[in-house]
């Protein structure tokens, strides 16, 4: 038996040996393969063979993971376990329970226990878990009786209950992970203090036509930095006036590099957007077909999902744009529209908020509360209504923030955002932006290409966007030549040119009025 705090957990493979995962291959030659692939550690698990064929197979798998020098554990039979000389066990909520089975193999011993909840960690660590499977992450056919699907933020709450407990105990995420989301269950689920040891996979390797390849690739992801997360700054915490002064040099970069930026939006805001677009220094596309997004990813834009006219096509339209934007690692904002009004845009959201990670996401105060999962009385409209104090609306920005690792906005009368690590509030702005469709809309457009121009510090991005809008509609509301909301929409799109064409040629006193 080998030493527990010695081992690697890094990609830890999980067997199977049904012909729907396996396949017609030989179950020791694909763990031979893929532990050749990059593969760290192997648990065979066989829940429906007889005794004698799960002993003779353990035999072949305990010489093959000794000769390459990988730690052998067994799925819930000890006898097995015991018989084959296998590091350890694993062990699921409804097998053996873990005090037992350390008694049973000893101090030196893997053990390791699937849990899904902050309780069932305890239960473990008090029992003397060497390491801790938590899951299921994503629904899986591998595993069709899963008890609970937890998603990354359930695996951030366990690695946090580890943090309080202050145990060195191990971890590695299960379920449904694979090539497409490594990056992003690592990158999201860390929590300050505690980031996981590890991944499980079952299909992604048994399944793939070569293993070893699919090992390799793998742990290539596993050791990079994921694309969406490169350039980040996190943990500066600075004062505002330090950001302040940094801001008329992103509103010139963006005047500068005219950033492209791709807009898959609702049928109400198109114009309108693409123009504030054009009028801060972007290049606006407005293409809601998936299909193209794998072209317009690579020349470096940003894209904004707006889900306002949500359909069934449109969200496999979105999936299709976020994998390729992630996949080339540049920007793309979630407008959730009306998050919360309706059981169909709940569900969006969650299919939607599933499928990638978002640099930014902005929405008003029930939208971002349905974000979080905290609405439980039905929004009417997807127009924002208030019942929180402003210190509520700035924990919920960072609360979100933290959560997905991203930038997060709440807007309103007072807008707020916040990267985690610092959170601000802008008062600036009019009432007519209340007064006409799609003003939030073009908020999201016009971050998005702050975005894609200065990629360094997303919270400054965010906040030169921010402010050039609300100064922008400030300055417009005060024209005389502007009556009410309809003589205010042109009246904003030339302040939103004016203030940024200033700026760019050195002028940016409009910024003292930054409130
Ligand atoms: N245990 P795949 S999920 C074996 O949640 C297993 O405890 C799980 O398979 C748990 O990598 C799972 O193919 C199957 O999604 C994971
Ligand atoms: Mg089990």
């Known amino acids: 038996m080998s030493d527990a705090m ?51 197979m353990a035999k072949r798998l305990r010489s093959i993971t000794s000769s390459l020098k990988v730690p052998l554990l067994i799925n819930d039979r000890l006898d097995v376990a015991l018989a084959v000389g296998a590091d350890g066990v694993h062990i699921g909520q409804d097998d053996m329970d873990i005090s037992t089975a350390r008694k049973l193999l000893g101090p030196k011993a893997i053990i390791g226990v699937t849990c899904s909840t902050r309780a069932e960690v305890r239960m473990a660590v008090d029992g003397g878990a060497s390491y801790i499977g938590i899951g299921t992450v994503f629904a899986t056919p591998t595993k ?16 946090q209950e580890l943090t309080c407990l202050k145990e060195q105990v191990k971890t590695v995420a299960i379920g449904g992970i694979n090539t497409f989301n490594v990056q992003r269950v690592m990158y999201q689920s860390q929590s300050s203090s505690k980031a996981l040891d590890g991944v499980a996979i079952v299909s992604g390797i048994i399944a793939a036509p070569d293993p070893r390849l699919a090992a390799m690739r793998l742990q290539s992801l596993m050791r990079t930095t994921p694309a969406f997360a490169l350039g980040v700054s996190i943990g500066a915490s600075q004062s505002v006036d330090h950001l302040l002064v940094k801001i008329p040099d992103v509103v010139s970069e963006v005047r500068r590099t005219k950033p492209l930026c791709h807009n898959m939006t609702n049928l109400v805001v198109q114009n309108f957007a693409a123009n504030a677009v054009l009028c801060i220094g972007g290049s606006p596309i407005m293409a809601n077909f998936g299909e193209e997004a794998e072209s317009l990813a690579r020349h470096g834009g940003s894209l904004v999902i707006n889900m306002g006219s ?38 969006a959201l969650k299919t939607i908020m599933a499928g990638g990670y978002f640099h930014v996401i902005k929405g008003n105060e029930s939208e971002i509360k349905a974000v979080l ?143």
């Open 6 to 56: 010695a081992v690697d957990y890094s990609l830890y493979l999980v067997t199977d040996s049904t012909e729907a995962v396996l396949g017609d291959k030989d179950l020791a030659t694909v763990v031979r393969d893929s532990i050749n692939g990059g593969v760290t550690i192997v648990q065979y698990r066989d829940k429906k063979s007889e005794t004698a064929e799960l002993i003779g």
């Open 373 to 515: 999962g905290q609405t439980d009385q039905q929004q009417k409209g997807v127009d924002s209504s208030s019942s929180s104090s402003a210190l509520e609306k700035a924990s919920l920005v960072k609360e979100l923030a933290i959560k997905e690792g991203n930038v997060a906005i709440l807007t309103g009368a007072t807008d707020y955002l916040s990267d985690g690590d610092r959170t601000y509030s802008v008062d600036n702005g009019s009432i007519y932006l209340s007064k006409i469709t799609g003003s939030g809309c073009v908020l999201g457009s016009i971050i998005a290409a702050y975005m894609s121009a200065h990629r360094s510090d997303r919270l400054l991005a965010t906040l030169a966007a921010m402010l050039v809008y609300e100064i922008a509609a400030e300055r417009a509301a005060e024209r005389s030549d502007v009556k009410g909301p309809g003589t205010f929409v042109p009246a904003f799109l030339d302040e939103l040119y004016n203030i940024t064409e200033e700026t760019s040629t050195g002028n940016s006193e409009w910024l003292k009025a930054a409130k």
């Open 310 to 347: 949500v359909t069934p096509e449109g969200i496999s339209n979105y999936l299709q744009a976020l994998n390729a934007y992630n996949h080339h690692g540049f920007p793309v904002l979630f407008d959730p529209v009306g998050a919360g009004a309706t059981q169909t845009r709940r569900e």
């Open 144 to 159: 069709e009786n899963a008890k609970s699907i937890i998603g990354i933020v359930g695996v951030r709450a366990i690695l």
